[in-house]
């Protein structure tokens, strides 16, 4: 059985950092393309940050690239993202996803961690 437990979200504020972790069981982590997505307030769900399965590629969607990034520890069948920078439009629910390619087409996803940017 396939799980993705995301953590780490909470209030920050303007300029603050956050790091997110999920930690995945079920399936072969070393093996899958790992991926960060969110749904701000209202909006469609969109893709963040992807990795791929040995750390070799990873992909940053405009609004957040040279703020956001994303690590994986295969020994620990983790994914992070670590956010720095933040701003109130990163507000959102941030979603842990499998499989795919860093661009998307994921086959599972997480239950997300809510990540509220606000002074």
């Known amino acids: 059985q396939v799980t993705l437990v995301e953590s780490g979200g909470g209030l920050a504020q303007p300029g603050g950092s956050l790091r997110l972790s999920c930690v995945a069981s079920?399936?072969?982590?070393?093996?899958?393309?790992m991926s960060w997505a969110r749904e701000r307030p209202g909006k469609r769900r969109e893709w963040v940050s992807g990795?791929?399965?040995?750390?070799?590629?990873?992909y940053y969607t405009d609004f957040v690239k040279g703020r956001f990034t994303i690590t994986r520890d295969n020994a620990k069948n983790t994914v992070y993202l670590q956010m720095n920078s933040l701003r109130p439009e990163d507000t959102a629910v941030y979603y842990c996803?499998?499989?795919?390619?860093?661009?998307?087409?994921?086959?599972?996803w997480g239950l997300g961690t809510q990540v509220t940017v606000s002074s």
């Open positions: 990795i791929n399965s040995d750390t070799s590629d990873t």
């Open positions: 079920g399936f072969t982590f070393s093996s899958a393309a």
């Open positions: 996803a499998k499989g795919g390619s860093v661009y998307g087409d994921p086959d599972y």
